[in-house]
C-alpha cells in the first residue's frame, strides 16, 4: 500500500531554516496535487502549501514568500523550503497527496503522512 514517508523536521532557532521532504512508497503512484499541511498545539490542522501537478502552487497567507514548496519530477515526492522560521511555526507537519481511483467512478484518493515535528525557539 502506499506511504508517505516525511523527514527534516527537527529544532530550530527563530530565523532559522528547515527543509520538510515527503515521499512516496509502496507503488508508482503518480499524484495530481501534493502539499504540506501543520498542527500546532490546541490548533485546527491548516494548510500550509500545496502544488498541483501544473506546477501552480498556493502558499497559507502567513507563509508566503517565506516557505517554498517544490515537487519531484515523477510527482510522487513533494519538499517544503522553510525560511525565517518564527515560534508560529511550531507544530507538527504533515505531508498530504492526492491522486484518483484507476477505475470508475474514478474518486479523489487522499493519503496523508506521519508527521514531523517542527519546533522553533526564540
Known amino acids: 500500500q502506499v506511504q508517505l514517508v516525511e523527514s527534516g523536521g527537527g529544532l530550530v532557532q527563530a530565523g532559522g531554516s528547515l527543509r520538510l521532504d515527503c515521499a512516496s512508497t509502496g507503488g508508482g503512484f503518480s499524484f495530481y496535487a501534493m502539499g504540506w499541511y501543520r498542527q500546532g498545539v490546541g490548533k485546527q490542522r491548516e494548510l500550509v502549501a500545496r502544488?498541483?501537478?501544473?506546477?501552480?502552487?498556493n502558499y497559507a497567507a502567513d507563509v508566503k514568500g517565506r516557505f517554498t514548496i517544490s515537487r519531484g519530477n515523477a510527482n510522487n515526492a513533494v519538499s517544503l523550503r522553510m525560511t525565517s522560521l518564527q515560534p508560529e511555526d511550531t507544530a507538527v507537519y504533515y505531508c498530504n497527496a492526492m491522486t484518483r481511483q484507476r477505475a470508475y467512478p474514478y474518486n479523489q484518493v487522499e493519503y496523508w503522512g506521519q508527521g514531523t515535528q517542527v519546533t522553533v525557539s526564540s
Open positions: 502544488i498541483g501537478s501544473s506546477g501552480l502552487a
